[in-house]
């Protein structure tokens, strides 16, 4: 199999190549940021809220934005999908990292990027035909502070929850907050439907800001849907919800058809890809 490329602060590598150091602050510290993105062909789905929430995400941290910023990231996704000919559904992973240098305390906050591909099964947004089988993960809560929106380089809570979701045999499980509420999943965000409103768990419950998040949300407002995203919830709304379904920026929505002996319909879920389709690919 070929290598593929990656690209690092503007170079492409083979995706073999060995590019940073022990002091590494993303390798030591979890000093970063990163955003996944769907991308078909060289067309970049919702970039510009992409790199809207990284930038954020950087100030935040006191990184230095470098000049020309998106500019440059775009431009290196489009030459990193053509390089690696990457024409239909592609994955592609952007992280920023401040530079190396000081313990806890940084030396400096100019920062490197990390730009890495990979290929999708369909160029589009699909839902699952297989509805997914879900639970609870309470045995580390995920704290809402300034940061929980953003995609860090800490991702234990996540990693956690993902060893809890193999180890039950579910496809995907919800994390809670320090308060007992539900936030989202292990890689997505969550939302549920009951009696044609839709609901989702409040960012300052500690949710993503996620992308998918709020173009859902923007959707089912055009459709003429009540939409609460404000929302503190608990597990026991769950159990009363007609549907649920989870969203990220690669997958669009899953449906979900089972939390422990419940069963849910995707009826939402089915109208709510159709229109985003419409609205991530209108040259299809």
Not at 68 to 83: G, M
Not at 162 to 188: A, F, I
Not at 214 to 225: D, S
Request: proline fraction near 3%; aromatic fraction near 10%; glycine fraction near 6%.
């Amino acid at each position: 199999m070929n290598s593929q490329q990656l690209c690092y602060n503007g170079i492409f590598y083979p995706d073999t190549t060995a590019l940073f150091t022990a002091d590494n602050r993303a390798f030591r510290y979890g000093d970063s940021l990163f955003e996944t993105i769907h991308c078909n062909g060289t067309q970049i789905q919702f970039f510009e809220e992409h790199m809207e929430r990284l930038q954020l995400g950087m100030s935040h941290l006191r990184m230095e934005i470098p000049d020309n910023f998106s500019h440059t990231i775009e431009t290196n996704i489009k030459n990193l999908i053509t390089k690696n000919k990457s024409f239909l559904g592609t994955r592609i992973r952007l992280s920023v990292f401040r530079n190396s240098g000081g313990l806890y305390t940084p030396q400096t906050n100019r920062i490197s990027f990390l730009i890495e591909s990979s290929k999708l099964d369909s160029p589009n947004y699909y839902l699952n035909k297989k509805g997914l089988k879900i639970g609870l993960f309470d045995s580390y809560k995920k704290a809402s502070n300034s940061l929980s929106g953003f995609k860090t380089g800490n991702s234990l809570p996540f990693i956690l929850a993902g060893l809890h979701k193999t180890e039950m045999k579910w496809d995907d499980c919800l994390l809670l907050n320090e308060r007992q509420n539900l936030v989202e999943s292990v890689s997505s965000n969550l939302f549920i439907v009951k009696d044609g409103i839709l609901y989702t768990p409040s960012l300052e419950s500690g949710a993503i800001n996620g992308i998918m998040r709020e173009q859902i949300i923007q959707i089912a407002l055009n459709l003429g849907i009540t939409v609460y995203d404000d929302c503190i919830m608990k597990p026991e709304q769950l159990m009363d919800a007609d549907e649920i379904f989870l969203t990220n920026a690669i997958v669009g929505i899953r449906w979900v058809v089972a939390y422990e002996e419940r069963r849910y319909f995707n009826r939402s879920a089915k109208v709510l890809i159709e229109e985003l389709n419409k609205k991530a690919f209108p040259k299809n």
